[in-house]
């Protein structure tokens, strides 16, 4: 597959989740819900505990809005259909606050429906 200015976006997306995080996107030895970072960080996101993502990185949990709309720009990036990822400048715009953010959705709708059967 080419790379393409959308792939950039995921790119950055996965990468400002890892600024974030101050972690790998994959890692299997912080638990099995934790292991993929694009996955856990959109579950805190809409479980609202996105103070879990930093743990106890006190300049983080001093700004809760910053610390949300940076992950909020984060998830828009990491959608799984390009066509629902932001440009680059749409990106840059959001995060400079000269473009609100709205809320994302899941990046992985297959993903999304499979949680639901399983918490059934």
């Known amino acids: 597959m080419p790379i393409t200015l959308k792939v950039d976006v995921y790119s950055f997306g996965v990468l400002l989740l890892e600024?974030?995080?101050?972690?790998?996107?994959?890692d299997y030895e912080v638990?099995?819900?934790?292991?993929?970072?694009?996955?856990w960080a959109y579950d805190c996101y809409q479980e609202?505990?996105?103070y879990e993502l930093i743990e106890n990185d006190l300049d983080a949990m001093?700004?809760?809005?910053?610390?949300?709309?940076?992950?909020?720009?984060?998830?828009?990036?990491?959608q799984e259909d390009p066509s629902?990822?932001?440009?680059?400048?749409k990106v840059v715009l959001m995060l400079e606050e000269?473009?609100?953010?709205?809320?994302?959705?899941c990046p992985n709708p297959y993903r999304s429906?499979?949680?639901?059967?399983?918490?059934?």
Do not use: Q
């Not at 638990?31 to 996955?39: M, P, S």
């Not at 949300?68 to 990491?78: D, G, P, Q």
């Not at 629902?84 to 400048?89: I, N």
């Open 19 to 26: 600024i974030i995080c101050c972690r790998r996107n994959v």
């Open 31 to 39: 638990g099995e819900d934790e292991a993929i970072l694009t996955y």
């Open 48 to 50: 609202g505990t996105i």
């Open 62 to 78: 001093s700004d809760r809005k910053k610390l949300e709309k940076f992950l909020m720009v984060a998830i828009w990036c990491i």
């Open 84 to 89: 629902l990822r932001p440009t680059t400048k």
């Open 98 to 105: 000269i473009v609100e953010v709205p809320n994302p959705p």
């Open 113 to 120: 429906e499979h949680s639901l059967v399983d918490a059934v």
